[in-house]
């Protein structure tokens, strides 16, 4: 008979414990469909970073770690994406554990900014210089020949804001789907989160010229033929007319 696989839905980690006697837990930073992020300690250096842990269920035989820390060291030179540090194994409740660690981002989830913004939404030019921070960083990463995989405002970390946006991403995900379909998702994926930021569907009929024409109705297709990738995107957004 098959083992059963062991199955974590929360490590509810406390302050002050200490994980693989390397790295003490100051708080949660979030949680999701993977694991728990953390913001830790490293003892020895008393630096702070971010403790990644992964369910069980969610990274059999480690292939989700694997994935993600080879993934955050190949895009080591690309500004927007978080530089990936180590790994490691604890033990949760009798069960191994891996946890990856890496740079701590000081920031505003763009989900949380856009959210107290007055109407929860953004002005057509602020959202412009999102996107156009977004593309710029992701141009480097297309531009190796690799995609993000999971770009949505819960992965945009805002750092600062002022006339442009610095922005750090985080969980990136392995796409079932070739690295060129991939790409074209988080295309796809970059025109959506602009959508959503402006207000998404509620506001988007009285949305000027310009800004549907980036946004094509959320049309794949029609975005697509437009920006194939990144930097089709960014070079529009520089170009256009507004
Ligand atoms: N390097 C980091 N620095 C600061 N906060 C982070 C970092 N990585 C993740 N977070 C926070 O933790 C949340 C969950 O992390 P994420 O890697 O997106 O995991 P999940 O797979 O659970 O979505 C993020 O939405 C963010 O709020
Ligand atoms: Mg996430």
Redesign the pocket.
Known sequence: MAKAIAKIDHFNLAAGRVLARKYEVISL?????????Y?VREVATGIER?A?LFFPQRNLRDKAVKFYAKKLHKLRHCPIV?QYSAQDQITVKGIPVTLLI??????E?LSQFVARQPGKRLQPYQALHVLHALACGMEAVHRIGEYHG?LHT??I?LQRYGLGFDM?L??LFQSPSSKRTAIQDDTVEMVRIFHEILGGQKHYAKQSRAVKDIINGQKRSLILKKFRSAAQLREYIETMQW
């Open positions: 930073l979030g949680g999701g469909w993977e694991g728990e992020v913001l971010t990644k978080i890496s740079e701590y981002v000081e920031g989830l999971d819960d992965n970390i750090k985080v969980d």
